[in-house]
């Protein structure tokens, strides 16, 4: 029972803001921790948190449950700062877009047993608490990446944590979470903003776009900080990520170049019945989405 | 007065039967073409045309003004076909979205002196007269693309035509319209159906997608062929256009290679400048729109 947890969610923006505010309502005691006091303001202010965690992080204590909720580049140094209140908690986990990262640093600090990362899938343009809102996750997939030493209990909170706000659970690993992203999430990103730079440096301005080339470009205009972000977590994966779209792209150009039209036409049947399929897996929670998937023995059956 | 014209249009899709319905609610006697009865049948019961052309193509020997409005793949053979009954049209012109071809061939049938290329930018996802609706050009810009050779006459009459359905007219050469639209529509259009294919290759379903992966590869269900139909028309341009945004990613895989974490957060700082940029030229119609713009005088004054 989650009510019988005491969450401590370390920033309170639109995922940690969500999080605290359903958990709240379901009657979890939750404590929150925002270095913007504002955000701690609004939180309690709404009672999406009913007790409110200092910067020396002491209180982390009596937390039976800490999220990590802030961007992937400053998370380590803060579960750095919280390893010494760790004592009481069973779950150390985070909301973070990259895993690996993240992971490494949980190992480093001897907490790697009770840790297993997180990434729902629910972000969107906006931040902050203001940002933040009841139902968030409904539905929403969040990918859940034990390692091989998190402890059984562990995986058993997170479930817990996610099935509580209505979260449609994948066990992964890692490894494989953060080279799914790479393609899913991270590459279309960069694409937008190279795509912005390559129209711009051809000096075309942004009024002469058609509502493909508007579509295509909306999210060049991204947070700069957030990507810088992201994309130092998750180097490697990234460049193979770019490096595989180059090669599409220059297959693209030799067909166009040797006026090769009905292969043209055969990318645009190819990509549309590839966005039409229903995923192969439809099952929505507690299964590894693929093939390749690790980890998920022993949490389901 | 647009209500003097007897309009033919050839083609009664989505631009040409919103292009009748706009003409005939003005009073314009519209005759309409399509290869396809029930397209036909559609438009003259809501009255969008008051005339049918048969599949001789003979009726259009009474029309001052002819609108090719089918893809452009096809539109030049049905010029050839039209051609021996333009003699009354003062203006011959079509809705195509590359305009280069389409001129070559108004040249090569000797009716280039009247022959003033448009591309309204109005396109959507849906096709047919069905599709079509009333006011859809309202302030939709529209390429004109006259040739060093097009007469004042046929220059005026395309002005009249597409001001009369309100559009947003921008005077250009097909040479550089052609230019631009590889950046700003075809090249955005292809990026979406290689990063489908580059995601759909390394194994990941579209369930897997993220908000920004879900509207990056949203174009790669567009028409097939359709796009075979505009790569077809213009090579050159969209071949010059998909190898600077490779040489963009390029960089852009380097900079993460080498962890050059502040040059990606400056990608995406200009990016954004330039998506939310005014652009320098904010008069809405008559004016050549960018520097090298050429064919604007002698049009407006």
């Known amino acids: 029972m989650i009510e019988q947890e005491t969450v401590a969610i370390l920033g309170l923006g639109l995922i940690g ?14 404590l929150g921790y925002d270095r913007d006091a504002e955000q701690v303001r609004a939180a309690f202010n709404v009672r999406a948190i009913s007790g409110v965690i200092g910067e020396d992080l ?17 998370a380590p140094a803060l579960l750095e700062r919280a390893s010494p209140f760790l004592g009481a908690a069973e779950l150390i986990t985070d909301v973070g877009s990259t895993k690996l990262v993240i992971g490494e640093r949980a190992s480093k600090l001897g907490v790697r047993d009770r840790f297993v990362g997180a990434h729902p899938m629910a972000g969107d343009s906006r931040a902050g608490f203001a940002a933040s ?6 539905g929403s997939r969040v990918y859940l990446c034990p390692s091989s030493r998190s402890e059984p209990p562990a995986k058993t909170k997170a ?28 590459l279309p990103h960069l694409l937008s903003a190279a795509l912005a730079r390559t129209i711009a440096t051809a000096g075309h301005d942004v009024a002469a776009l058609g509502t493909g080339g508007r579509v295509m470009t909306r999210l060049a205009g991204s ?4 990507w810088q972000a992201i994309v130092s977590t998750n180097h490697a994966a990234i460049v193979r990520a770019l490096a ?17 039209h009905t292969s043209v036409a055969r990318l645009f049947e190819e990509s549309g019945e590839w966005l039409r399929a229903a995923p192969a897996d439809a099952a929505p929670e507690n299964k590894a989405p693929r093939k390749k998937a690790r980890g998920a023995s022993g949490i389901t059956g």
């Open 133 to 138: 809102r009841p139902g968030l996750f409904t």
């Open 244 to 260: 595989a779209c180059a090669s599409q792209l220059d297959q693209v150009r030799e067909l166009v170049a040797r006026k090769d």
């Open 223 to 226: 947070s700069p900080a957030m």
């Open 159 to 186: 479930l817990k944590l996610w099935h509580a706000v209505g979260a449609d659970v994948r066990w992964t690993t890692a490894e494989e979470h953060d080279g799914e992203v790479a393609f899913t999430s991270h």
């Open 17 to 30: 803001g969500s999080l605290a505010r359903d958990l709240s309502m379901r009657g979890t005691r939750v």
């Open 58 to 74: 002491e209180a982390l204590r009596s937390a039976s449950i800490v999220v990590l909720a802030v961007p992937v580049d400053v």
